[in-house]
């Protein structure tokens, strides 16, 4: 039976049988809906709107939602047999506390009574996925934006940085924006962020999202109750707090800046390696004209080196910046769990749940 890879986000949860060259078995909305416990007569209109967020800015919160979740996808979404459980490995966010690690490990072994366990670092993963070892990565994930330098497979834990910001930050930008210039029409976040997929994108540079202030085609958008909104510079807007982070009303530097201080900050012998070997990652990378603007600001930013993106090998499943950690997590379950180099069962019964922090790094 193949290892299980699991990649669990603040907005997606993606799963499935170590098979690198294919995209995840699952893909699932990591948040989950409140039931009703069997029983108790309660109005089916008000738990529809009470929602469990398993995993906040990229760390697990809700550790009973998150055992629900997990029961899910390994039992009734990828065919697990209870009693006849497997190998597991999940890819880490940068900055996972040490207790958080130990309490995934003691959930698998002691909850899903699993036989093998391996835990590492998405950054790492992410730069696998591309066929490297060193590099630096720029994931912009729902909840967290992580620019995570990495040399011969390890994270450079001093000079990473986090950023509590995000794609839910961008979807409540654009929800404040569209009120702006639709007042009166009520809509929805989960309306705001179909549409953020749909429209959103990047301006060629400053100069051209200054422009779209003047002159800017709008289109017509029918919400699912037949209200219709205009979208305009807003599509704009969403991509250029990322590059100009003083529309979201923060003092700092924008993204590619934010890289080359990242990278500034290890030893200069590195410099090159870790520039010339960007990985973009996480779903807002995605976005059209994202990367065009983020390699224009990269030709003109201060460092001697400037950054250069990394393309995914052509064999690689589409999309990959959706889910680059897990196919990366795919390419090491090949590794680890045949080489023994994993957490087993009789490692965590003599250690207990510290193990992971000695095995898995």
């Keep these: 039976m193949e290892a299980v890879v699991v990649d669990a986000g603040s907005k997606l949860l993606k799963a499935g049988p170590a098979i690198p060259d294919q995209a995840p078995a699952m893909i699932i909305p990591t948040q989950m809906k409140r039931m009703p416990e069997d029983g108790l007569a309660t109005d089916s209109s008000l738990c529809e709107d009470i929602t469990v967020d398993p995993v906040v800015r990229g760390v697990i919160r809700d550790w009973d939602a998150m055992e629900d979740l997990l029961h899910h996808v390994l039992y009734t979404g990828l065919g697990w047999e209870i009693g006849n459980e497997g190998q597991i490995l999940f890819t880490d966010p940068l900055c996972t506390p040490k207790a958080v690690r130990e309490q995934l490990v003691q959930l698998m072994f002691e909850t899903f009574n699993i036989s093998g366990f391996y835990a590492s670092e998405q950054a790492v993963l992410s730069l696998y996925a591309v066929g ?89 958008h029918t919400l699912p109750d037949g209200q219709v909104i205009t979208i305009g510079r807003e599509r704009y807007t969403v991509g250029e707090a990322l590059f100009q982070p003083s529309i979201l009303g923060l003092e700092a530097h924008g993204i590619v800046e934010q890289l080359v201080r990242t990278i500034s900050t290890v030893s200069s012998d590195n410099h090159r390696q870790l520039l010339e070997n960007t990985v973009l990652c996480g779903g807002t990378t995605s976005m059209p004209g994202f990367e065009e603007r983020f390699q224009k600001e990269a030709g003109l930013c201060s460092s001697a080196v400037r950054p250069a993106l990394v393309k995914p090998p052509e064999y690689m499943p589409e999309n990959l910046t959706m889910y680059s950690a897990w196919v990366g997590g795919a390419i090491l379950a090949k590794v680890v769990f045949p080489q023994n180099q994993h957490v087993t069962k009789a490692d965590y019964d003599e250690t207990g749940p510290s193990v992971v922090h000695r095995k898995c790094f």
């Design 132 to 220: 490297r070892i060193s590099g630096c990565t720029v994931d912009i994930g729902h909840g967290k934006i992580d620019i995570a330098p990495v040399i011969e497979g390890a994270v450079h834990h001093i000079a990473s940085k986090r950023f509590e910001i995000g794609g839910m930050d961008l979807t409540k930008l654009l929800a404040q924006e569209l009120g702006k210039s639709n007042p009166g029409v009520n809509i929805s976040m989960s309306d705001i962020e179909k549409i953020k997929e749909q429209y959103s994108c990047c301006a060629e540079d400053e100069l051209a999202y200054e422009k779209t202030g003047k002159s800017c085609q709008t289109e017509q």
